[in-house]
């Protein structure tokens, strides 16, 4: 059975940091990615890996502040946040899936995580 546990999620001030982590049991997947959503908002695109292209790939409210990375002998993966602002205050998710291209559309993953809370306060 899959399963995806997300850990690391709280409640910081604007400017520190925060790692979330996500351990992934039962496969492995050639995509993992990051979504977060925020109360009244759609779910917004965050982060992913892709291994199958070696690539990484940043929403725009991000890049440069985030980072994406992912231990293979743990079968985890890491989101880095720095200079954490406010908006950045949602519930984050962790997802996983399978496939080729860009894998920054969350209606292509399949398997989901329960989500971890974080919150920035001003």
């Known amino acids: 059975q899959v399963q995806l546990v997300e850990s690391g999620g709280g409640l910081v001030q604007a400017g520190d940091s925060l790692r979330l982590s996500c351990a992934a049991s039962?496969?492995?997947?050639?995509?993992m990615g990051w979504f977060r959503q925020a109360p009244g908002l759609e779910r917004e695109f965050v982060a992913a890996?892709?291994?199958?292209?070696?690539?990484?790939y940043y929403g725009d409210s991000v890049k440069g502040r985030f980072t994406i990375s992912r231990d293979n002998a743990k079968n985890t993966v890491y989101l880095q946040m720095n200079s954490l602002k406010p908006e950045d205050t949602a519930v984050y998710y962790c997802?996983?899936?399978?496939?080729?291209?860009?894998?920054?559309?969350?209606?292509?993953?399949?398997?989901w995580g329960q989500g971890t809370q974080v919150t920035v306060s001003s």
């Open positions: 997802a996983a899936k399978n496939g080729w291209g860009r894998p920054i559309y969350s209606d292509e993953y399949n398997y």
């Open positions: 039962g496969r492995t997947f050639s995509n």
């Open positions: 890996m892709s291994w199958s292209a070696g690539s990484t």
